[in-house]
């Protein structure tokens, strides 16, 4: 597509609920990212992938959270048994190599 | 480790004024730097990259940056800004040309008076 795709653009959540957070990288992008912005912060790095595999994982706060990528394209970042704190915006961005990222228009999670 | 500092939580200015966002960063290779703007509600666009050569560097909208090595600086200017250039604006700072992880600084949110 012409642009990085993250669905749903909105999501409400009980406490406790698993979610789901999709993100459609641009075609031919083989890096994609996953960033949290919480309300009137900066973005938190959660995790990188290169192709499929994700060499750094380093970010992600906790074991509820965890991300794959299939067919070097679409990833899922999950996130198990939602926390109020899981509440931001999640961000998607994928690049190619030299060009900087580009991000797509986040989800925006609240955990009630 | 990398790190990034926006000093200025909150700039406002006038219509037509001159801007300058300031941004520095910790890092102990060559840096490859970043500029983002972010809308309310929306995600983060692009406004200019440095990653070698010429230290003053062009974006889109009319900004450029200045990468001061010296400083470890690289700050945003714009001659004049309007309206329409009110936002977040985020620095950040990657280990080579967007591989790898970037890490941002917290952002400076510009409001703009008529």
């Known amino acids: 597509g012409a642009g990085v795709s993250q669905s749903p653009s909105n999501k409400v959540t009980e406490k406790g609920k698993d979610v789901e957070l999709r993100c459609d990288p641009i075609?031919?992008?083989?890096?994609l990212y996953w960033y949290r912005q919480s309300l009137g912060q900066g973005l938190e790095f959660l995790i990188y992938?290169?192709?499929?595999?994700?060499?750094?994982k380093s970010g992600l706060p906790s074991d509820r959270f965890s991300a794959e990528r299939t067919g070097g394209s679409v990833s899922t970042l999950t996130i198990q048994r939602t926390q109020q704190e899981d509440s931001a915006v999640y961000l998607c961005?994928?690049?190619?190599?030299?060009?900087?990222?580009?991000f797509g228009s986040g989800t925006r999670l609240t955990v009630v | 480790a990398q790190s990034v500092t926006q000093p200025d939580i909150h700039i406002t200015v006038s219509e037509g004024a001159s801007l300058e966002l300031r941004c520095n960063y910790s890092?102990?290779?060559?840096?490859?730097l970043f500029w983002y703007v972010q809308s309310p509600g929306q995600g983060l666009q692009l406004l200019l990259k440095?990653?070698?050569?010429?230290?003053l560097v062009q974006g889109i909208k009319g900004f450029e940056a200045e990468f001061k090595r010296s400083q470890s600086s690289f700050n945003l200017r714009k001659p004049s800004v309007h309206w329409s250039d009110a936002a977040e604006y985020f620095c950040a700072v990657g280990e080579n040309q967007g591989a790898q992880k970037l890490v941002f600084g917290q952002g400076t949110r510009l409001t703009i008076n008529p």
């Open positions: 890092y102990g290779a060559t840096p490859y």
């Open positions: 075609s031919g992008h083989t890096a």
């Open positions: 992938f290169q192709g499929n595999s994700a060499p750094d």
């Open positions: 961005a994928s690049s190619r190599l030299g060009y900087g990222y580009t």
């Open positions: 440095y990653f070698s050569g010429d230290t």
